[in-house]
């Protein structure tokens, strides 16, 4: 268990609402990381976050924002939801950004977009 | 362009059976190769790090091993609690995931 809570676990939405979904951890890392995983795709990376206030975009970031007010909590927004957010999104902390860090990942977010 | 390929994309197995899995790489500059295990409707669980080649790591039933362009999970005796997606992870100036390689192992 790596301390990593996401809400909400499932949910469904339409087209053109915004949605955020929350990341929480307990273990004190600085950074944190939202992924999403798809059919025939490895997780990619969406944003991801260094520090309080400090974020950056990942390999699929268009139509995401983030936010990190606190060290412990990470929110991702899809500010206009799309069909082709219908994902699972996985929040992931890591101690430090260097080489062999180790990320590991929370229990995953369905969200689907009808 | 880096990218990660993981060989077979599915596997079935008669418990005891052992076999191997593959992740291959074309990267530029390695960094660390992760494996990680997923079982369904779950995150990704770290499983081994690997830095330089010819470096090997085990665990239980599990051993991983790398060379300088794929690196191997070996499974030993597999049982049926074996069975998930295994991940592989390529650390360059960025992480770059495999699609994986999904275990089932039959009793």
């Known amino acids: 268990d790596a301390g990593i809570t996401q809400s909400p676990r499932h949910k469904v939405t339409e087209t053109g609402t915004p949605v955020t979904l929350r990341c929480h951890q307990t273990?004190?890392?600085?950074?944190m990381y939202w992924y999403r995983q798809d059919p025939g795709h490895g997780l990619r990376l969406i944003h991801y976050s260094y520090g309080v206030k400090d974020t950056d975009k990942g390999e699929v970031s268009d139509g995401y924002s983030v936010s990190r007010s606190k060290t412990e909590d990470f929110l991702l927004t899809l500010e206009s939801a799309t069909s082709s957010q219908t994902s699972v999104y996985f929040c992931a902390i890591s101690e430090s950004g260097g080489s062999g860090n180790t990320i590991y990942f929370g229990e995953g977010s369905w969200l689907t977009v009808v | 362009e880096d990218q990660v390929t993981q060989s077979p994309e599915a596997l079935r197995l008669q418990e005891g059976e052992s076999s191997s899995l593959n992740c291959s790489y074309t990267v530029s500059g390695l960094r660390g190769l992760f494996w990680y295990r997923q079982d369904p409707g779950k995150g990704p669980e770290f499983l081994f790090t690997?830095?330089?080649a010819g470096e090997e790591k085990e665990k239980e039933r599990l051993k991983a091993t790398l060379t300088k362009k794929e690196s191997f999970l070996h499974i030993t005796a597999p049982k049926p609690e074996d069975s998930a997606t295994y991940l592989c992870?390529?650390?360059?100036?960025?992480?770059?995931f495999g699609t994986g390689t999904r275990l089932q192992v039959f009793p």
């Open positions: 273990e004190n890392h600085r950074y």
């Open positions: 992870a390529v650390r360059t100036d960025k992480l770059i």
């Open positions: 690997l830095y330089s």
